[in-house]
């Protein structure tokens, strides 16, 4: 009897502590969530919203073409920059971790994400101006006489491409230096005890037990990135839309927010996919 | 030149920010308050204190871009949200429908004095009455650098889809009054666009794209001409010019010889205003001489005011930069929005969004 109370009082006891996250999840995540889908599965017509259940949101996606190349400028701008974030941001958490003496790895760190304390709206427009046919870039390039006209790097896939490294890089270079400086130092004696050269080490030992860090950051990266719609808007030109500007152009101009819905619950897809594709990859490596 | 722009921007952001703090500070105990729906050139200090000041209130100020955005905010608002509302000449009809636009007595708003082709009563009233009073107007045509390119070449809209200037061109990113010039482009009326004009004007967006640099929306627009990013902007006009004259002299605009068309935003009263009679106020504060030359002025865009007095307060520099005396000319020779029907303009969109994913 005594342990059954006991065990009711504990039980009770643990749901007050998840009962508030719960709740949170429920009222901010689960109800807006099913809304949206019930929201996706109406439609507008003409200028009316149709409260009638049907798929022609999803069917309209699959069909028109200005649509589905907004999933896959989506896609191929949010994978190339993932990719190159991790290049350009292992090395520099790496420098961090092993060759900066650890007193001034912290400033070594701040510097390294100095950027992230500017806002990303005026960062973005910042890049903009960098950029630009006179900017400094192209100015520099000119001056010491590499390139005779300005490059065309603005308003383009490069500059959101460019604009959006710029941030993910610094993202990346904290969730891999953190996993960096968690390794102990006889991994490497013991790889070096066996033969293994400094390559061998790294290629063998290190990356592989820096994956999870570098896994985290990347699917952070994917995330944030395929949804954004500032960068795209400010550093693209709009000669080319990805997914978040269209369920924007929905919503702004058409007022058709079943169509943005299904387009938004289409995003949301596209990011479980990657979360499953991850976290798959992941259970493989630490098996 | 770009140090010269981008410190004039920095200077107006300045000052702006002192004239709202000093405007928020002043207002904070104000007996009343007015709800407005409105475009950026509302929310300028120097427009909206005096009315404060004179009438005692405090006038709250959401900014919107696009009548699709508008809606949506209507549409998500209870009856008495709002008192006041900007909106496009052309679609003051599709909120009338809406049921939220109360009628206004006629007598009281000085139509008399406005530019006779500003009244525009097919688009203001409906049954006789009157929902709505057009206040400022402007062209989207053609703005350029004048030292950049043959001035001779924009007075044909036909350069918007020819290589000649290829690279260098922004578009502005607002299809109805981008696919209206490229019917005037194409010798036909903006009024009489229709089903069967949207193949040929899909395949001279295509041109305009392939020809253009960029697709960009006002601020994008205007950096990329004041950069030198660009040296056309196609949908530009002297709301973009204008308020850079002193600082960038080079930038110039024209309406080429097969017209332009012409924008026109109205004001109108709220059918539930919880004051509609501080909004009707409001309405001829800014229908005013005084309160449309600050408008026409205000520093997001300038426009030209419709009241024909607001001359009176503006000085010669304001005037040249409008163009104040080339109007008749200008309004004889500029069209309209397309005015579509809620099947064509989905059609419309689509094209544009085709055309910008091409």
Request: with cysteine.
């Amino acid at each position: 009897m005594t342990t059954t109370t006991l065990e009711d009082r504990e039980r009770r006891k643990a749901w007050g502590f998840v009962a508030p996250a719960l709740l949170w999840t429920l009222a901010f995540f689960v109800v807006p969530f099913v809304y949206m889908a019930a929201l996706s599965l109406w439609s507008r017509q003409g200028r009316d919203i149709v409260h009638v259940w049907n798929l022609d949101n999803y069917l309209r996606f699959f069909s028109e073409s200005a649509l589905l190349r907004g999933l896959t400028n989506s896609l191929e701008i949010t994978i190339t920059v993932t990719i190159l974030s991790v290049l350009l941001a292992y090395p520099l958490a790496w420098i961090i971790a092993e060759r900066v003496p650890k007193r001034l790895q912290r400033m070594a760190l701040i510097l390294a994400i100095l950027p992230f304390w500017t806002s990303y709206v005026v960062r973005s427009y910042s890049w903009l101006l960098v950029l630009s046919k006179g900017g400094v870039i192209n100015q520099a390039l000119m001056g010491i006489g590499l390139i005779a006209e300005p490059l065309e790097i603005a308003s383009n896939r490069t500059a959101t491409v460019i604009g959006f490294v710029h941030f993910f890089v610094m993202l990346l270079t904290l969730t891999i230096y953190s996993n960096l400086i968690q390794l102990s130092p006889n991994y490497r004696r013991a790889a070096a005890d066996l033969g293994a050269n400094a390559f061998q080490t790294f290629w063998h030992v290190i990356l592989p037990l820096t994956l999870p860090g570098i896994m985290t950051g990347a699917f952070l990266t994917f995330v944030l990135c395929i949804g954004d719609y500032i960068t795209p808007q400010i550093l693209g030109g709009n000669n080319e839309l990805v997914l978040p500007q269209i369920i924007m152009l929905q919503i702004g101009r058409r007022a058709d927010f079943p169509m943005a819905a299904a387009l938004s619950i289409i995003l949301m897809l596209t990011v479980t996919a990657a979360y499953v594709l991850c976290a798959r990859w992941l259970r493989i490596e630490r098996a | 030149m770009t140090r010269s722009f981008e410190g004039a921007a920095a200077r107006r952001f300045f000052m702006s920010t002192i004239a709202l703090g000093a405007l928020a500070a002043g207002q904070a105990n104000a007996t009343e308050e007015l709800n407005a729906l409105v475009w950026c050139d509302h929310t300028d200090p120097a427009l909206i204190e005096p009315f404060e000041t004179a009438n005692d209130v405090k006038v709250n100020l959401k900014e919107y871009e696009g009548t699709g955005a508008g809606i949506s905010i209507l549409e998500q608002s209870q009856p008495g949200d709002w008192d006041v509302m900007v909106i496009d000449a052309v679609d003051v009809h599709r909120v009338i429908d809406m049921g939220v636009l109360g009628e206004m007595p006629a007598n009281a708003l000085p139509s008399a004095d406005l530019f006779p082709e500003l009244v525009m009563n097919d688009n203001n009233t409906k049954d006789g009455k009157t929902y709505a009073i057009t206040e400022k107007f402007g062209y989207n045509t053609i703005s350029y650098d004048k030292t950049k390119v043959d001035p001779k070449d924009m007075e044909d809209l036909s350069v918007i889809w020819s290589d000649k200037y290829k690279g260098r061109i922004a578009l502005y990113d607002y299809y109805l009054p981008m696919i209206g010039l490229v019917q005037l482009g194409l010798g036909k009326k903006t009024a009489d666009l229709s089903d069967a004009d949207m193949p040929a004007i899909e395949e001279k967006l295509a041109a305009m794209k392939a020809a253009s640099k960029q697709v960009s929306d006002v601020v994008s627009s205007q950096t990329a001409l004041a950069t030198g990013e660009v040296d056309i902007l196609v949908g530009g006009g002297e709301w973009i010019t204008a308020s850079l004259a002193k600082d960038k002299p080079n930038l110039d605009w024209t309406v080429p010889k097969q017209g332009a068309v012409r924008w026109a935003q109205s004001i109108a009263v709220m059918k539930d205003s919880k004051n509609p009679d501080l909004a009707l106020k409001f309405v001829q504060y800014i229908l005013s001489p005084e309160g449309q030359a600050r408008l026409a002025t205000s520093s997001c865009y300038w426009g030209m005011p419709t009241n024909q007095k607001a001359g009176e307060h503006l000085d010669g520099e304001q005037k040249k930069a409008l163009r104040w005396d080339d109007q008749a000319g200008y309004l004889k020779n500029t069209q309209l929005y397309p005015i579509p029907s809620a099947e064509l303009d989905k059609k419309m969109q689509d094209a544009w969004t085709n055309m910008m994913q091409q």
